[in-house]
């Protein structure tokens, strides 16, 4: 066995490949390397990095001879023995080498640790450290109320009314017809949806009435005109990570999902079904809202998870710029007067040690993405499911999978549905 372990990342431009050395578990700061090197290097993505660590040479002493052969940067702060465990993390090639074959590299730091990370951010409430976050990239000085400050969007009429209705314990599908009826958009979505596959109605569909009462139900009506009218107040940005999974097909896989979780619980334990799907098809918000928020840095943030695919997204935008797309998410969804349980899903889905109120609803999204990214779905680092999370639950493993299996044997129907919602 080698004596250290590295994570192993290759860069590129047009000048060439070049290969940077850290330790596995630290953030790879890009902007080091473009500094040291006065180059304007990419990560490989995760597609390409696939396919070249795919290749058979790399497995024996002259292909790994070759691939060393190129440029290599060590962290500085990397103690290397006689030998080196080498580990790509986005195609999870492996390899034991020699420290000879990099007796060229040059050493710099390159390499932050999460501690370092979370360190430097700044104190306070969430409000403060978004609005502390944008004077630093936008040299905004907010006088006003943060969200006009951004010019972000208002929800349409349609949208505020169903919000209503979802904050309201009383209300029901005779208080929710007339607001579908009375917005077209809204109602051919919902004759589209009764009709779809995935719901397969017996008979034919034939009103709004009948499409809610007999196929749908309030709770999903609700949920996905909430997600429509949400989608479409910010644009999905151009700039994504690449190969990642597209964003309305991992809302509606993690909305479905923790859905179906929650009705695997205990009923004495069980949320209610219809915020956990909601919460779920909400989950990425804050990316969307990122995009709007930092246009100019928001590919930067891509080309960082690019870079770093083994750690959670949180820490590359805090190290980037210093807040998370579950704090802004989260703050938009209070502006908006979505249900708590919804803002607090947002708000701490990646927080196991989260205690307050509402931490279900988060732990069900959470659980939700981490069965979607063991299936190769969502983005992220893949891991092992924490016993600790299961029993808080009251979830067996097998169930887990069970859950998956049924939702992605009807993916193409899913598909569908992503589609009619006009903002895929």
């Not at 640790?113 to 430097?120: G, L, R, Y």
């Not at 479409?232 to 990642?244: F, S």
């Not at 938009?332 to 947002?346: G, Q, T, Y």
């Not at 029993?391 to 859950?403: D, F, G, K, R, V």
Request: charged share 20%.
């Amino acid at each position: 066995m080698a004596d250290h372990s590295f994570r192993l990342a290759m860069l590129s431009d047009n000048e060439g490949r070049v290969l940077v050395l850290l330790p596995r578990d630290r953030l790879l700061n890009l902007a080091s390397i473009w500094k040291h090197s006065n180059r304007h290097l990419h990560p490989l993505s995760a597609h390409d990095a696939q396919k070249f660590f795919a290749q058979s040479g790399l497995n024996t002493d002259s292909g790994l001879k070759k691939l060393f052969g190129l440029p290599v940067f060590l962290d500085a702060d990397s103690q290397v023995g006689q030998s080196l465990h080498i580990w790509e993390s986005s195609s999870g090639w492996e390899a034991e080498i020699p420290v000879e074959l990099i007796d060229h590299a040059e050493t710099l730091r390159l390499g932050l640790t999460t501690e370092s990370i979370d360190a430097k951010q700044p104190e306070g409430d969430d409000v403060t450290v978004i609005t502390r976050a944008v004077e630093k990239f936008t040299a905004l000085r907010i006088k006003q109320r943060l969200e006009d400050t951004l010019g972000l969007p208002t929800l349409p009429p349609t949208a505020q009314k169903v919000i209503m209705l979802r904050s309201d314990p009383n209300s029901g599908v005779d208080d929710l017809i007339p607001i579908v009826k009375f917005d077209p958009s809204l109602s051919a979505q919902v004759m589209s949806w009764a009709a779809s596959p995935f719901y397969a109605a017996p008979g034919g569909i034939n009103s709004i009435q009948d499409a809610i009462v007999r196929v749908l139900g309030f709770d999903l009506v609700v949920n996905l005109a909430l997600g429509i009218a949400m989608g479409k107040t910010l644009k999905i940005p151009e700039d994504t990570p690449r190969g990642a999974t597209p964003y309305w097909v991992q809302a509606v896989y993690c909305a479905t999902l923790s859905e179906r979780l929650v009705k695997m619980m205990p009923v004495d334990i069980r949320p209610r079904g219809g915020l956990a799907y909601l919460s779920g098809l909400l989950h990425n918000f804050g990316y969307l809202a990122l995009a709007h928020i930092f246009p100019p840095h928001f590919s930067l943030v891509s080309r960082y998870v690019e870079a770093n695919p083994h750690l959670p997204h949180e820490y590359v935008e805090k190290q980037v710029i210093n807040v998370t797309r579950e704090q802004v998410g989260a703050w938009l969804m209070e502006i908006w007067k979505l249900p708590d349980e919804v803002c607090r899903a947002i708000r701490y889905q990646s927080d196991l040690s989260y205690t307050g109120e509402h931490r279900q609803y988060a732990m069900i999204v959470n659980l939700a993405q981490r069965v979607m990214r063991q299936n190769g779905i969502g983005d992220g680092p893949v891991g092992e499911i924490p016993p600790q999370l299961l029993e808080e639950l009251s979830l067996e493993p097998q169930q887990l999978q069970a859950a998956f299996d049924q939702i992605h044997n009807r993916g193409d129907e899913l598909k569908e549905i992503t589609q009619l919602m006009k903002v895929s």
